[in-house]
């Protein structure tokens, strides 16, 4: 049999080919990664030698030190637009930390007014003077305005062009006899400029006891310079409706602002109307600051047929939503005046634009409303605190937006200082005018 086991010589040769092929593998291994380390560094090297160049060549200062002229138009911007939409909130509690540790007077700050400050800021951002914040005290005081009784000097306060307005003097009150005037811009209070006050603040240092004084400075309309006037603040009482006949035939209702007790007060101004048989009606409006939009609907169901629209709001979206008359109409059908001043705003801007939209037989009467044309939700966040913010604009039923524009008259008539010095009313004898001719 034929010996197939390899002889010694054989044996001797293979090792020594062993060795050659594992001393070549591991010699090409090791090529192989000087290779790959080198072909790196010549990568860097190409980058960075890349990059000198374009830097050199789009660098605003060239080798001999003067600044290269770089177009608007050719110009690269890197990071034009932010990307990292998160807010880290632990910036607030820094901030917080170092108040209390540094803050020169750190024991006289109250927790409470710092987190209250903190929610009307966030508020305030939004620009909006509307969307506020009610601390407990603010809250109550709200409150008391909507009932219609509080003590101050009882006038309505807006912002117009970023500055404290009057919006309405009450009738009866001490604003009203101090002389006020709806459109007086208020520039200071106490001597204390109100260009950094917020409106609450504003209308919180406005307020306060009955028998207490507070000095306003303001420009009237048309005056060059401002004056002082010193106000003594009282208890206001407020009623919503004040019915009276003119010259036998002419009913007139003076809505003073809509609150929860308008509409009934406001019925019971219709029953009059109605049982003493009408044959004219003004409705007056002027210095009404507004409230409600319920309320505001409720009234415009009775003074137009049923199903007709009194106002659309339209969200951020750009929808639309009608809010249309409820029924129990019995005034449309009676020639009506509606009398508007700068003072009137919100809810009375409502029905008066539902009127004139909606209505052939209606003439407004006077100045251009205030122009408040969005509508605020009130939501109370905890047992003493709410929060009011807008949710809404509102358009008249023609689809008209009249947020700081107004609602303009069909028939202006002016009342100057001297007209109100001396009694006079020049806008209602328009109304009284008109509706004896019909």
């Known amino acids: 049999m034929e010996n197939l086991s390899p002889t010694p010589s054989e044996q001797n040769n293979e090792s020594e080919e062993l060795v050659l092929a594992s001393e070549y593998e591991r010699g090409y291994r090791l090529f192989k990664k000087a290779f790959a380390f080198f072909f790196v560094l010549f990568l860097i090297g190409a980058a960075f030698w890349s990059g000198y160049e374009q830097g ?102 807006g912002v117009q062009n970023e500055v404290l307005t009057v919006i309405a003097p009450l009738e009866g009150t001490p604003a009203e006899k101090a002389g006020l005037l709806a459109g007086d811009k208020i520039i ?31 420009f009237h309309n048309g005056d060059e310079e401002s004056s002082d006037i010193v106000v003594k603040r009282d208890v206001i009482l407020v009623k919503s409706v004040r019915f009276e006949m003119k010259e036998n035939t002419i009913a007139y209702i003076r809505i003073s602002r809509f609150g929860d007790d308008t509409n009934k007060e406001f019925q019971e101004a219709v029953k009059q109307t109605v049982d003493k048989k009408a044959k004219g009606l003004i409705i007056d409006m002027r210095n009404d600051p507004g409230g409600f939009l319920e309320t505001a609907v409720d009234i415009a169901s009775v003074m137009l047929p049923s199903g007709k629209v009194v106002v659309m709001e339209e969200n951020g979206a750009g929808e639309r939503k009608e809010i249309k008359s409820r029924g129990g109409d019995v005034l449309s059908q009676i020639p009506t005046v509606v009398l508007i001043n700068e003072g009137s705003a919100s809810a009375s801007e409502i029905l008066a634009g539902a009127l004139k939209d909606n209505r052939d037989n209606v003439t407004l009467v006077g100045k251009k409303s205030f122009g408040k044309g969005s509508v605020q939700e009130l939501t109370s966040v905890s047992k003493d605190t709410a929060v009011k913010i807008t949710v809404a604009r509102w358009l008249t039923p023609a689809g008209n937006q009249i947020n700081t524009v107004g609602i303009a008259p069909d028939i202006e008539v002016n009342i100057t200082r001297e007209d109100i010095d001396n009694k006079r009313d020049p806008q209602l004898d328009k109304a009284l005018e008109i509706l004896k001719g019909k």
């Open 56 to 157: 050199k060549r789009f660098s605003p200062i060239s080798d001999s030190g003067v600044e290269n002229t770089l177009s608007p138009d050719e110009a690269i911007f890197l990071n034009k637009t932010n990307q990292d939409k998160t807010i880290d909130f632990s910036l607030f509690w820094k901030v917080w930390g170092l108040l209390k540790s540094k803050y020169v007077d750190n024991q006289k700050l109250d927790a409470h007014a710092l987190f209250y400050g903190a929610i009307k800021g966030m508020l305030a951002a939004t620009g909006d003077p509307y969307t506020t914040f009610f601390d407990p005290k603010e809250n109550a005081a709200f409150q008391e305005d909507i009932s219609g009784t509080f003590e101050g000097i009882g006038a309505e306060m």
């Open 188 to 218: 200071k209070i106490d001597d204390q400029a109100t260009s950094s006050m917020s409106l609450d603040e504003a209308v919180g240092k406005i307020r306060g006891a009955k028998g207490s004084e507070v000095k306003l400075t303001l």
